[in-house]
């Protein structure tokens, strides 16, 4: 039964939710910076999305980053992510997703970042603690990146110690970079 509640996700994601922060129909291809070539849009089957670094958090902050490796031709990647945060029920759980900035992860806007064969590109996320107690644990977090027609979805590894404190507590909004080159890029620097 939980395949089909995340099966079902997925798909009301991919026809176009509205909240989910994406548009099936953003640029297909994008000018790479300083070279005037042009590189489609990054596609599913040649991207990867695996854990980064630890990053030493401020107090109360839990930041993660996000590698995104490109195994195939050049490609573009522009704007954000899409993230859906999954418990051990297969149950999404309700987070406020924010493009400010925070303490820990960027406001800069989302500009196109070209990736080579082998390249990287980076996200970071981050939420403040559950000062009131844990409501559910995140158990999956999904990862989606849309170029023109085709969206990407990975399971991100556990996130450990992520929990969701419930509608309204500052814990249960996450911040989110765009991605950027560099993984001190998707950080603030205030």
Not at 133 to 150: E, I, L, N, P, Y
Request: proline share 9%.
């Amino acid at each position: 039964m939980r395949h089909v509640r995340f099966a079902a996700l997925i798909a009301a994601c991919a026809i176009g939710c509205s909240g989910c922060g994406w548009s099936p129909y953003g640029g297909g291809h994008a000018t790479a910076s300083g070279s005037g070539a042009v590189a489609p849009a990054c596609r599913p089957a040649q991207l990867h999305v695996s854990l980064g670094p630890f990053i030493s958090p401020a107090t109360g902050q839990n930041p993660r980053a996000l590698r995104i490796r490109n195994s195939g031709r050049p490609c573009v990647l522009t704007g954000y992510p899409t993230l859906h945060f999954i418990d051990r029920r297969g149950h999404a759980i309700p987070f406020e997703i924010s493009h400010h900035g925070d303490q820990m992860v960027t406001d800069a806007p989302p500009a196109p970042v070209r990736l080579a064969r082998g390249g990287s590109a980076w996200v970071v996320m981050n939420r403040y603690r559950c000062d009131l107690g844990d409501r559910r644990m995140v158990r999956r977090t999904v990862f989606g990146v849309f170029g023109t027609h085709q969206g990407l979805w990975l399971v991100v590894p556990r996130q450990a110690a992520w929990a969701y404190c419930g509608p309204g507590d500052p814990g249960s909004t996450v911040a989110v970079s765009p991605f950027e080159p560099r993984l001190a890029a998707s950080l603030s620097h205030k």
